[in-house]
């Protein structure tokens, strides 16, 4: 079959999706809205319809949305748009000079435009014990369905990280009642992203939920009979648990791409368009390394509002229009009462200027380096994440007295400088 040139939209052409996550869900939608007629294959490892994957920590987790809610199109959608969508299926490799999937099953599928949306999968632990039953790892609907079980039945929970996910569970497993400990090899929770000043503040927040934080811990090993029983720390301090949680981070799951000889570094390397270095085959979502023109470099960005705004610049490329991505990188967490937006990038900066209370809950914490706002955080405080954004893209210094001044709107320091 040879190499697709133009626009892709004939009904004579074949798209195949790897990956029917929410990315993958999204581009198959985005296709058809991009008035691509021809036929769309979606192939998903799980037995189940594409879904969302925020809830799996909070509401659902909980028992407070059914599985249904989680789901990114209602009953009848993938046939109604002539959508063919294989759940179960395993794609075994690409077979590029054929450009072809072959399936774990034998079958190969032919395509025109292939779209890599295989997400990612959990670090997993190496330390003596890990293999016990009751350690528990978050990523898919049926991880959430045994912890949400493990939850019901009450009792401790040590949770092993406090990223977003062991931070979000154990805010769950609180208000589920249980007794919760948070292993972190920093000091404070969520501190690599967010930093110590962010870093305390939510370290406040779990303590006066009476969650115990362990901070500055090495893990040593887990330790039971068939299963687990306590978490062995480094300096020789036991835990006990009736069940782990472990949030360590994720890995793009880059194996496909990488055996098929598609550029991979830190995920599958894509341009701004969100093409491989392979002409006609794209990658979005958590696996996608891409490049934002807005920060001159590549950026993999592990986070819902990727998974969904991605696809539908991917899917203008796919059918062979013009399409860039460049939406700044953004996520929100909820723990307890506390809801949060993150906008923005930085891995370094020298001033964090908060504006509105802290203490009291309700603020905007605003990551400045060189005087302008990299980033921006706000924290029970809604309907300001266009501006913030705004205040990143323009690039100009910012006096940090006029961010700290509630009086003075977010929007006229867009344009004014520093004053």
Same mark, same amino acid.
């Given at each position: ?17 790897? +990956? &029917? @996550?929410?990315? %993958?869900?999204?581009? #198959?939608?985005?296709? =058809? !809205?991009? /008035?691509?007629?021809?036929? $769309? *294959? ?118 092993? +990280? &406090? @990223?977003?996910? %062991?931070?979000?569970? #154990?805010?769950?497993? =609180? !208000?589920? /009642?249980?007794?919760?400990? $948070? *292993? ?131 899917? =203008? ?103």
């Amino acid at each position: 079959m040879p190499a697709a040139k133009g626009v892709m939209n004939d009904e004579n052409h074949t798209h195949v999706i790897v +990956g &029917a @996550g929410l990315a %993958g869900g999204k581009a #198959a939608e985005a296709l =058809r !809205q991009e /008035g691509f007629g021809g036929r $769309i *294959v979606l192939i998903g490892e799980e037995g189940e319809r594409p879904y969302e994957r925020p809830p799996l920590s909070k509401d659902y987790l909980r028992g407070e949305s059914p599985r249904e809610k989680a789901r990114v199109h209602p009953d009848g959608f993938y046939a109604e748009n002539e959508i063919e969508l294989r759940t179960g299926t395993t794609v075994e490799r690409l077979e590029l000079d054929r450009r072809a999937v072959a399936l774990a099953d034998g079958e190969r599928i032919g395509y025109d435009r292939l779209l890599l949306a295989t997400g990612a999968e959990p670090r997993r632990l190496a330390v003596p014990g890990s293999g016990l039953d009751g350690i528990h790892y978050l990523r898919e609907l049926g991880d959430a369905d045994a912890i949400a079980a493990r939850l019901d039945r009450g009792g401790r929970v040590v949770l092993i +990280g &406090a @990223g977003w996910i %062991g931070a979000e569970v #154990a805010a769950s497993a =609180r !208000q589920k /009642g249980l007794e919760v400990t $948070i *292993v972190e090899r920093d000091e404070l929770p969520l501190e690599r992203v967010l930093g110590s000043e962010l870093g305390r503040i939510y370290a406040d927040i779990h303590r006066d939920h009476g969650v115990e934080l362990v901070g500055g811990a090495a893990l040593d090993r887990f330790e039971g009979g068939a299963a687990v029983e306590r978490v062995r720390l480094g300096d020789g301090r036991a835990l006990e648990s009736d069940f782990v949680v472990v949030g360590v981070g994720v890995e793009p799951r880059t194996r496909l791409a990488r055996e098929a000889g598609i550029a991979v570094d830190n995920g599958i390397a894509v341009s701004e368009r969100l093409e491989t270095s392979v002409e006609g085959v794209f990658a979005v979502g958590d696996v996608a390394n891409a490049y934002h023109p807005f920060y001159g470099r590549r950026l993999r960005v592990e986070h819902w509002a990727n998974a969904l705004n991605q696809p539908l610049v991917a899917a =203008r490329a796919l059918v062979g229009k013009p399409a860039s991505y460049e939406r700044l990188p953004y996520f929100f967490s909820d723990q307890y009462d506390v809801g949060m937006e993150y906008s923005g990038y930085t891995t370094q900066w020298d001033e964090v200027v908060f504006r509105g209370d802290p203490e009291g809950g309700e603020f905007i914490a605003f990551w400045l380096n060189g005087g302008r706002v990299v980033a921006g955080m706000n924290v029970n405080v809604w309907e300001v994440t266009d501006a913030i954004q705004a205040l990143i893209r323009s690039r100009q210094p910012v006096a940090a007295e006029r961010l700290r001044d509630t009086d003075v709107p977010l929007e006229e320091l867009i344009t004014e400088g520093v004053s």
